[in-house]
T-cell receptor, first 110, second 115 residues
Framework: QKEVEQNSGPLSVPEGAIASLNCTYS??????FFWYRQYSGKSPELIMF????GDKEDGRFTAQLNKASQYVSLLIRDSQPSDSATYLC??????????FGTGTSLTVIP | DTEVTQTPKHLVMGMTNKKSLKCEQH?????MYWYKQKAKKPPELMFV???????INESVPSRFSPECPNSSLLNLHLHALQPEDSALYLC??????????????FGDGTRLSIL
């Protein structure tokens, strides 16, 4: 079992729709959770981070964390073609462990 | 543009060459990281520096040699690389100690091609 799992996609949504990206993790002691966006050939860009159970909103982005179920998700409202990218989930586990998921490729169709 | 600056953006080198990648941040971050990323794969950790001291080396071959001259600079010296070392090399930094609850901020990366 991988430490962090994401559906590799590709996930396709029409412009204006809500894109839902999911991530599960195996280390129950994980404390911090990060979402990065990576355009093809570019470096990862931090979108959001969340530490506590519940929702955290920033503009069109909402991160949701459920530690009991060991999943974290990212919702993108009013999806735009410019949101088309790979989204990496990253988890800070116990000790000095830090894991990236393999990423979900999102395509927003105009 | 990011607050972590990497140079050069692109590098092509032969297997016998010696070159260096540079990374600079002025955010006062005390943890700095080198990652290697192949196409369609997540970043793979290579080295971690904490307060200018090497704290993690993920069994990286000795043809990669990191250096942290001061708290703002991180270098990666390259020598006798192999074609399979061609990848995007990413530098990142974070506040305080490595892998704290603070996020890592990435530079734009150096695209390295080994001929």
């Amino acid at each position: 079992q991988k430490e962090v799992e994401q559906n590799s996609g590709p996930l396709s949504v029409p412009e204006g729709a809500i894109a839902s990206l999911n991530c599960t993790y195996s280390d129950r002691g994980s404390q911090s959770f990060f979402w990065y966006r990576q355009y093809s050939g570019k470096s990862p860009e931090l979108i959001m981070f969340i530490y506590s159970n519940g929702d955290k909103e920033d503009g069109r982005f909402t991160a949701q964390l459920n530690k009991a179920s060991q999943y974290v998700s990212l919702l993108i409202r009013d999806s735009q073609p410019s949101d088309s990218a790979t989204y990496l989930c990253a988890v800070k586990g116990t000790g000095n462990q830090f894991y990236f998921g393999t990423g979900t490729s999102l395509t927003v169709i105009p | 543009d990011t607050e972590v600056t990497q140079t050069p953006k692109h590098l092509v080198m032969g297997m016998t060459n010696k070159k260096s990648l540079k990374c600079e941040q002025h955010m006062g971050h005390r943890a700095m990281y080198w990652y290697k990323q192949k196409a369609k794969k997540p970043p793979e950790l290579m080295f971690v520096y904490s307060y200018e001291k090497l704290s993690i080396n993920e069994s990286v071959p000795s043809r990669f040699s990191p250096e942290c001259p001061n708290s703002s600079l991180l270098n990666l010296h390259l020598h006798a690389l192999q074609p399979e070392d061609s990848a995007l090399y990413l530098c990142a930094s974070s506040q305080e100690r490595p892998f704290s609850n603070q996020p890592q901020h990435f530079g734009d990366g150096t695209r390295l091609s080994i001929l």
